[in-house]
C-alpha cells in the first residue's frame, strides 16, 4: 500500500485527532502548523486555522509551518490527493477548491520526497456570499454589512465577500467582479485580492456596488450625506 493510498483509509480518523495550535491547525502527524495566509495583524485568522471547509470555486493561500524538533525549515510542496477535490497552486502556495468532498493534502520534503506531515481539507459549495466590511487589521468584522448603509465624504474602508454553506462562513477567496453605478459617489480600488475592494467616498450622493461571486449576485446600496 502506497503512502497516499494509507493517507486515504487513514485520514478522517486522523484528522479528528489532530487539535489546534496556538498559531494553527496541527498537521495529523503532528509535526506541522497551518493557517491561512492572514493579513499580518489578523491573529484571529492565524489562531484559528483551518476551522471551516474550503469553499468549491475559491483560492486559500496557505502559510505551512514545520514544527518537528530537531528539523530545519526545509522546502516543502503541497500534493493534493484528490485532484478532483482541491488542487494545489505551488506558484502561489494556495489550495483550489474544485468540487464537494475531501482530501488529505500532504507536505513532502522537495529534496528526498519524505512526508512531513499532511492535513485533511473538505470543500463545500457555497449556498450564498455575504459582504462584510474589514477591520484595521485585515479580518472581517463579526457581522456581515446589511442592504444599504450611510457615509461620509471622506470615508475610506475595506470590504470583502464571504461564501457561506448554513451558518457557516466558508474559507477561501472567491474570484468576483465589482462594479458602482455611481462613479461621482465614491471610487472602488483594487486591493490584489479578487475578493475584496476598498471604498473610498467621494462625495453626497446614492449609489449600488455590485458583486458577483461564485455563481451569486450581492447589492450594497450606498447613501453619502452632505
Not at 463545500?124 to 442592504?147: C, M, N, Q, V, W
Amino acid at each position: 500500500m502506497t503512502i497516499r493510498s494509507l493517507l486515504l483509509v487513514t485520514a478522517a480518523a486522523l484528522a479528528a485527532c489532530s487539535s489546534d495550535a496556538p498559531d494553527g491547525t496541527t498537521g495529523a502527524m503532528q509535526q506541522s502548523s497551518t493557517h491561512p495566509d492572514c493579513a499580518p495583524n489578523d491573529t484571529a485568522c492565524q489562531n484559528d486555522g483551518l476551522d471551516a471547509p474550503l469553499a468549491a470555486g475559491a483560492r486559500l493561500p496557505l502559510d505551512v509551518r514545520i514544527t518537528a524538533r530537531g528539523v530545519a525549515a526545509p522546502k516543502i510542496r503541497l500534493e493534493s490527493v484528490r485532484d478532483d477535490v482541491l488542487s494545489v497552486d505551488m506558484d502561489h502556495g494556495a489550495l483550489v477548491g474544485l468540487a464537494k468532498g475531501w482530501s488529505s493534502v500532504v507536505f513532502v520534503r522537495e529534496d528526498d520526497g519524505l512526508v512531513m506531515d499532511f492535513i485533511t481539507m473538505t470543500v463545500e459549495k457555497a449556498e450564498r456570499i455575504e459582504l462584510y466590511r474589514l477591520t484595521k487589521d485585515g479580518g472581517a468584522e463579526a457581522a456581515p454589512l446589511p442592504d444599504s448603509i450611510q457615509l461620509a465624504p471622506g470615508d475610506d474602508f475595506e470590504i470583502a465577500v464571504k461564501p457561506f454553506v448554513g451558518a457557516t462562513r466558508l474559507l477561501g477567496d472567491l474570484e468576483a467582479s465589482w462594479s458602482l453605478d455611481q462613479a461621482d459617489v465614491a471610487t472602488l480600488l483594487d486591493t490584489g485580492r479578487p475578493a475584496s475592494r476598498r471604498v473610498r467616498v467621494k462625495s453626497a450622493g446614492k449609489g449600488t456596488i455590485t458583486i458577483d461571486a461564485g455563481g451569486f449576485t450581492k447589492t450594497l446600496s450606498v447613501e453619502v450625506l452632505p
